[in-house]
């Protein structure tokens, strides 16, 4: 099976833009979370979707938001970006309708915004 | 809120040397999970412990769970160049969230 995919794999935006991250699961898997993993905050949880719908959210201002598509795809995107969201936003995937299982994480997007 | 907290955040140690991470809970988990991330990559899983007090082994890697399911451990023995990166336990948050812990970043000196 192929591997949980993410593109881009790096990003150079400036302050006030915008930008949308992918991220393909697994086959078959439903469930799909967002973390953002920075140097001084580690890895934080931002939201994950099962079956299109949002099911958590983590502690991010409105600024971030995602979506998941049928097929499982989900989008992330974030709005007038800032200094401060420069990080390696992370994608995992799990198998079971739980999240809490095992993730499976792809290689990420370097977001840097200048 | 519910904090995972692992110590230490750093650790240096010659190669072939023993080294431990420790990873406290301030809830009781239903599971824990350790994941192993190279520098410059990304989280990749290595295991799950569920019942109070469980041990489990990979090859140099001993893992427990405590009894109470708030604290875990994980321990290399002998370690190589390869283990370098940095060790997160993580433990649900919640029915649909893990909540990852801050990690420690293991080097390892040839």
Known sequence: KAGVTQTPRYLIKTRGQQVTLSCSPISGHRSVSWYQQTPGQGLQFLFEYFSETQRNKGNFPGRFSGRQFSNSRSEMNVSTLELGDSALYLCASSSRDRSTDTQYFGPGTRLTVL | ?110
């Not at chain 2, 809120?1 to 431990?20: A, K, L, R, S």
């Not at chain 2, 290595?46 to 469980?54: A, H, N």
């Not at chain 2, 001993?62 to 604290?71: I, M, V």
């Open chain 2, 1 to 110: 809120g519910q904090q995972v907290m692992q110590i230490p955040q750093y650790q240096h140690v010659q190669e072939g040397e023993d080294f431990t991470t420790y990873c406290n809970s301030s809830t009781t988990l239903s599971n824990i999970q350790w994941y192993k991330q190279r520098p410059g990559g990304h989280p990749v899983f290595l295991i799950q412990l569920v019942k109070s007090g469980e041990v489990k082994k990979q090859k140099r890697l001993t893992f427990q769970f405590g009894e109470a399911k708030k604290n875990s451990s994980l321990h290399i023995t002998a370690t190589q160049t390869t283990d370098v990166g940095t060790y997160f336990c993580a433990g649900p948050s919640g029915a649909n969230n893990l909540f990852f812990g801050t990690g420690t970043r293991l080097t390892v000196i040839p």
